[in-house]
């Protein structure tokens, strides 16, 4: 059973940084994509932020809103994945989730980690 384990999420005013991490049980070599994704009350899941890795070729993708302001990263050393979060704003504020398709093993979630932004 692999498992995803976040940490880094908490309170932080409006125009601060969090960096969220993303522990995977396993290697995170062999993937075809690894990401973040939010969900606000009331809301629906949202993607935040992926790397594919689909053959040699791989890109990375961040929706509009966060743009500029968030950077995905990975640390296959560590079998880590991490999410840089700047300039933060009060819409921000959500459950943040990490993703992970191994090419084994299928697609795994974490179990959220809480981010809130306060103005």
Known sequence: QVQ?????????????????????STSIFSVNAVGWYRQAPGKQRELVAVITSIGSI????????????FT???DNAKNTVFLQMNSLKPEDTAVYYCNVDFVRWGEYWGQGTQVTVSS
């Open 4 to 24: 995803l384990v976040e940490s880094g999420g908490g309170l932080v005013q409006a125009g601060g940084s969090l960096r969220l991490s993303c522990a995977a």
């Open 58 to 69: 791989g890109s990375t993708i961040y929706a509009d809103s966060v743009k500029g302001r």
């Open 72 to 74: 995905i990263s990975r």
